[in-house]
């Protein structure tokens, strides 16, 4: 058999099984070693980032795109930003909900759903705000940084709808600024989300970690506290002070949809 490394390889039909998982381990090891931990473990959790959600649309925080005006988004998604310069923050979290309209989850998205459905993770702990884990049907999600898909006043709390918040009002009661229900930069996370993600990762003996540079604390603190075998996806190397047992280097949308062929071989 050619060990070229082409994937349409997989749907030969004249190959078997056992022929096709041994091309697999040539020309794609780290793929077939995260299948066999995924098969072995009872207990797996998938942390994701930023990453994940490029392919739907959606950039991360290191984007190239300019979107931003050159402003780091770390210094615009603070408390101090909007306490001291509200119209930035609203410019910034206003652009980021515009982009969300149209956005649909992607095909990895409903790979994981799918996975928990059928038990192969038990757990999605994310720092995106987008919705799109809950979207595409995931059930066990524990959404870190909050969602951009809500509001409310920063002062007293009240619930407000995302036109409110689009149109530059302030707070009915209060007079409060307006924010979307987000963590910022300098906020504590919310203490039940976060104590459910530790106490998983705690438990787990798979951790699956995509597309995050890793960069933001708390939350990457995460991977060390697990026991069992910790895997990274990511396009780019993670300037990392972890060391993981596997690193898939490849798109979030591409590496789980190659992964799923192989699980259902
Ligand atoms: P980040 O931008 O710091 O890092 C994203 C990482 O994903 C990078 O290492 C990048 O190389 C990698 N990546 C990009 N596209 C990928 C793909 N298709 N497949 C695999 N890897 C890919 O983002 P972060 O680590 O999540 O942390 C930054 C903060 O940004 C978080 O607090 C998060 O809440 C917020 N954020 C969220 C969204 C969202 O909800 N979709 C979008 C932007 C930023």
Known sequence: MEH???WKTLSNEALTKEEKLKWA????PELVQLVQLLQSSTYTVVLTG???STESGIPDFRSQSGWWKNIDPRKVATVDALEEHYSLFQEFYQ???KALENIEPHIGHYILAKWEKKNLIQAIATQNVDGLHQKSGSKTVYPLHGSIRSFRCHHCDQAVKEEVFMN????SICGGKLRPNVVLFGETLPSDVWD????????ADLVIVIGTSLEVYP???LPSLTKGKTVLVNVDEVSGF??????????AKEVLEKLNELLEL
């Open 4 to 6: 070229n490394g082409d």
């Open 95 to 97: 652009t980021r909900v």
């Open 50 to 52: 930023a990453g994940m």
């Open 196 to 203: 459910s993600a530790y106490q998983s990762i705690e438990q």
């Open 219 to 221: 939350v990457n603190e």
């Open 168 to 171: 530059e009002d302030s707070c």
């Open 25 to 28: 381990k040539v020309c794609y």
């Open 242 to 251: 972890y060391p993981f047992d596997v690193i898939v280097k490849g798109k």
